[in-house]
């Protein structure tokens, strides 16, 4: 048993030497590890039935391939070319958007940026409303919409990438799932609204002391 | 034969006396019969009916664990100079200390017991049909020392109390080299259990290099003090004289131990105090309260008032050797230790925990009622020991018939 | 009476054939053969006893008696053989039917070859919504009475990193101006005191890094909850208490099953979850995706890329435990 968490400890070192070694000597990674586990092939049940995206355009750790969860099923309002039959202005005054955002889109609200920095065609493809549109000026479906959020958030897009932001559903094993940016952030508001905390823990818990927000 | 003559005799010895002897052990009794309701009432409800939490983990038990290991060990101071040094003024007093020793010893089993919380299942302590985690455990070696030292104290006194209740004299090759290995064992005992909490980083209050020394600092202070008030009982109330001599040998080693005691209390305030750190939280938390949490406060500066008045009159010659200072003295000094070394140094430990959360700890009725039946048992436990050893050694208990 | 008597005699037997059998060597045959003893002088007693009992409790009682009889004398888990382990994983889902009137499916699954488990957590991401705290309740059958979390949630002051300085228990609407959050449980340490601790290696450290408790072998000193440097253990200081219907089938013996008083616990990154390469319950309700969870022997896995990419830190370094869960920020 000793022997065993020694073991364990003098792996921990050597994992942490691996990672500085993996930036430049990728393709002697030991992977094997990872192919036993059957990392890219199995898929958790908690995951089937998910819709979900491929990641176009960005690959995760070790360049591997991963998905996203889809935007559109989600999505309340989805189809805009209901009403916005004829392109939106090319260049709407700041206050002239205000107004139609306060008029039309009451429940949409505009705290991503300024109005000066965005409006709505910065990120809505003014020509086909059901698209979102790039820097470059090419449009991506909404499934995709973290395609449109990283040209900025490029530092959150690396780590989302990565691993490090965001989070990826149902386990740590098998076919790799992020939420899309959307799913957390509301595009429009992308800030976590305050809200009350869940529970509140008794200090100290004991059979005594079981009132909430015991004494500190 | 002869074990079965003893016991018979050794039993009819500890069921007759006086009428103070039986009122003293009824009360005793008594006591040990609340002491085990309450127990029974934690056995049914579980620790949670003690003062005791995942903040404070450890209360009244351990800490009344870890001043009687001090108790135990603190035969030695009798032993040694009575068999190593050959210090006849000693000798009379070594089979009281030893009966010291054992009372001490159950009852340390008895708190470590009452603090368990699966008790049925200890069995997994026994090597072989259970797992003995050592060396690894500090406090399996805790179980073994102490169970090593109750059984050398066990050992050794029968043997001399049975070989004079044959009317032989007890074979110095037998029972010499047992009591060397008992003076160290009793070393090995405190140092052992202060190891035990020594060696927690978690717990910076405890995981000090002074922890030991000052354990068996305290422990030499307290325990012969004990010993002094027992002996001074034995004195006055049986016919077993112990000499003046041992009074004042006894009395100079409770002198001297409490003085170092003193000295490395000083030197812990010096520490903890002079550039505090986030480590000093316990002691600050112990000595002056913190963020508005003072439940040790007053308790520890009572301690060391009285620690600090008993050492000083134990330290004046005159007022030593006057039996109605002395006595006091030790039992103030042997209260302030108490109060010192089980309530001031266990609960400190533990506040603030880890994670900087402050709670305070007192005890409840339970733990306070099973703590009392604990020493209840402890002390009938020696007073039966005494009452056995004392007509062997006057020479009044012999086998019948040579 | 008869049968009982046929029982007895039928023990006797069994116990008579095993202890005379020839055992190849080892320690593992002469362990069984005592624990064989012991279940003898159980099914002896037991038997006995149930003079008692029988005519008016009928033969489920008994069997439940028995059933118990053998777990307290069973061994630990990581000395049981196969069959051992088949046989009192069915005693407790057994008895687990007879408490709560629900069956429950306790697992035994190993650790996996080639995984160490590592955990970050994302000081910049957490907001203090403490969802973590309660799914991780709900998943792992702690006790409802007393509200034991293994997870605590505290609202730290900006500019220092003072655990001492800050709240766990802060009720009012989260983020709040001026703080950032930090959530500790079970670091699962490389290096881990509690398990050094332990008078009856009641609790050990698992190949893919969990540490793990063996509930019955517990005898509950709680020398490791003092020996734990990050408060991450937990005692049943009463029998804990939950509504049968709320209870979570899905366990593992290691895991999430229904513990008893006077027994310790603590958090095993959900290993019922986390073994079949499920997230921990954390993980999963964390609203924010502060939680990142994964195997550090994979170099394409999130929490490598965590360690290798961000700036990171973890609680008390100094005391050399080496723990596996790392704080970062974005």
């Known amino acids: 048993m000793i022997a065993r968490r020694w073991l364990a400890v003098a792996a921990l070192p050597a994992v942490l030497a691996a990672c500085g070694a993996a930036d430049t000597d990728d393709a002697a990674t030991p992977s094997s590890i990872a192919m036993s586990l059957e990392t890219d092939a199995t898929e958790l049940r908690a995951l089937r039935g998910v819709p979900r995206v491929a990641v176009e355009g960005i690959v995760g750790p070790g360049g591997r391939p991963f998905f996203t969860t889809a935007r559109l099923p989600h999505m309340t309002q989805g189809r805009c070319g209901l009403c916005h039959v004829r392109p939106l202005d090319p260049a709407p005054a700041a206050t002239g958007q205000e107004a139609i955002v306060r008029t039309m889109h009451v429940d949409i609200p505009s705290r991503h940026a300024p109005p000066t920095t965005m409006n709505c065609r910065t990120c809505h493809d003014g020509n086909d409303l059901e698209r979102l549109r790039l820097n470059d000026g090419s449009t991506v479906g909404f499934d995709h919409a973290y395609r449109l959020c990283v040209q900025c958030h490029f530092q959150q897009g690396r780590d989302w990438a990565g691993g490090a932001h965001g989070k990826r559903l149902a386990g740590w094993l098998g076919v790799r799932v992020v939420e899309n940016c959307t799913a957390c952030h509301d595009p429009h508001a992308p800030r976590f609204a305050p809200r009350a905390p869940e529970g509140t823990p008794r200090i100290p818990r004991t059979i005594r002391n079981t009132h909430p927000g015991g004494r500190r | 034969m002869g074990f079965a003559h003893f016991f018979r005799d050794a039993l009819g010895a500890v069921v007759s006396g006086g009428w103070r002897y039986h009122a003293w052990m009824s009360v005793l009794t008594l006591v040990m019969v609340i002491g085990g309701y309450a127990y029974w009432v934690q056995l049914q409800e579980g620790l949670a009916v003690t003062g005791m939490n995942d903040h404070v983990s450890w209360g009244l038990y351990i800490s009344n664990f870890t001043f009687l290991v001090g108790l135990a060990a603190a035969a030695v101071m009798l032993v040694m100079p009575a068999y190593v040094l050959h210090d006849v003024e000693f000798t009379k007093a070594v089979l009281i200390g030893e009966g010291v020793a054992v009372a001490a010893l159950c009852m340390c089993l008895g708190f470590v017991v009452v603090d368990l919380g699966n008790p049925l299942a200890s069995w997994h302590l026994v090597p072989g049909i259970g797992h003995l985690n050592f060396p690894a455990s500090l406090l399996t070696w805790d179980i073994i020392v102490l169970n090593g030292y109750l059984a050398l104290n066990l050992l050794i006194p029968f043997y001399l109390l049975y070989t004079r209740y044959c009317g032989k004299t007890p ?232 | 009476m008869t049968t009982r008597r046929r029982r007895l005699a039928r023990a006797v037997r069994r116990f008579w054939r095993r202890s005379t059998r020839t055992t190849p060597s080892g320690a593992v045959d002469k362990a069984m053969s005592r624990r064989e003893a012991l279940r003898f002088a159980r099914d002896a007693a037991t038997i006995a006893a149930g003079a008692a009992v029988a005519t008016s409790a009928g033969c489920s009682r008994d069997e439940e008696t028995l059933a118990k009889w053998d777990e307290h004398f069973k061994g630990n888990f990581r000395l049981m053989t196969d069959r051992e ?164 089938a899905n366990q593992h013996y290691l895991g999430n099953r229904l513990r008893k008083k006077g027994v310790m616990e603590k958090c095993t990154f959900c290993i019922q979850r986390s073994r079949e390469g499920r997230n921990p319950a954390c993980v999963e309700a964390c609203p924010t995706g502060a939680r990142v969870f994964g195997n550090l022997l994979d170099p394409n896995s999130e929490i490598r890329y965590v360690i290798e990419n961000k700036k990171v830190f973890r609680l008390k370094e100094d005391l050399g435990t080496d723990p596996k869960f790392w704080y970062y920020m974005d």
């Not at chain 2, 010499?176 to 209050?205: D, E, K, N, Q």
């Not at chain 2, 325990?223 to 001599?245: R, W």
């Not at chain 2, 105090?273 to 040790?296: E, I, K, N, V």
């Not at chain 2, 603030?352 to 409840?364: H, K, M, N, Q, R």
């Open chain 2, 171 to 402: 074979k110095k090759g037998l029972y010499m080299p047992l009591m060397y290995v008992s003076v160290g064992w009793a070393v090995a005992i405190h140092m052992v259990t202060a190891f035990l909490l020594a060696g927690l980083p978690a717990r910076p209050f405890w995981n000090s290099s002074l922890m030991g020394p000052r354990f068996l600092a305290s422990a030499f202070a307290g325990g012969p003090a004990f010993m002094i008030l027992a002996l001074g009982l034995v004195d006055a109330l049986t016919s077993y004289s112990i000499s003046k001599n041992a009074f004042r040998k006894l009395a100079m080693i409770v002198t001297v131990a409490a003085q170092v005691n003193l000295i490395m209390l000083a030197s812990e305030i010096f520490k903890e105090f002079y550039w505090p750190t986030h480590h000093s939280q316990s002691a600050r938390y112990l000595f002056f309260g913190l963020h508005g949490h003072d439940a040790l406060v007053p308790w520890i500066w009572t301690a060391i008032t009285m620690n600090v008045v008993a050492t000083l009159v134990l330290t004046i010659h005159p007022l030593r050797r006057r039996r109605t200072m002395l006595y006091p003295a030790c039992f103030v000094l042997f209260v302030a230790i108490w109060i010192e070394k089980g309530m001031g140094l266990i609960i400190p430990g533990f506040i603030p925990s880890p994670l900087g959360e402050i709670v305070d700890y007192a005890p409840t009725w339970v733990e306070i009622a099973v703590t009392m039946g604990i020493w209840a048992a402890g002390l009938a436990i020696f007073t039966a020991l005494v009452r056995v050893a004392i007509p062997i050694e006057l020479g009044r208990l012999r086998r019948p018939t040579g």
């Open chain 3, 85 to 248: 382990k088949r046989e009192t994983i069915e005693r407790l889902e057994r008895l687990a039917r007879t408490k709560i009137g629900r069956k429950v499916h306790i697992k035994s699954t190993p650790a996996k070859e080639g995984v160490l488990y590592g955990y970050a957590f994302n000081i910049g991401k957490c907001k203090g919504y403490r969802s973590c705290v309660e799914a991780c309740k709900k998943e792992n059958n702690q006790d409802r009475r007393t509200d034991m979390a293994y997870i605590r949630i505290f609202e730290m002051k900006n500019g220092k990193v003072d655990l001492e300085d800050s709240t766990a228990d802060f009720s009012h609407t989260v983020p709040a101006e001026g703080h950032f959050y930090l959530g500790t449980q079970c670091f699962q340490c490389a290096n881990p005191p509690c398990v050094d601790v332990c008078p009856v290696g009641a609790t050990w450290q698992e190949p893919d890094g969990i540490t793990v408790v063996d509930y019955d072998w517990c005898i509950g000193c709680r020398y490791c909850e003092a020996a734990c440097p990050y408060w991450a253990r937990r005692f049943n200081w009463n029998e804990p208490e939950i509504a049968p219907a709320e209870v979570n």
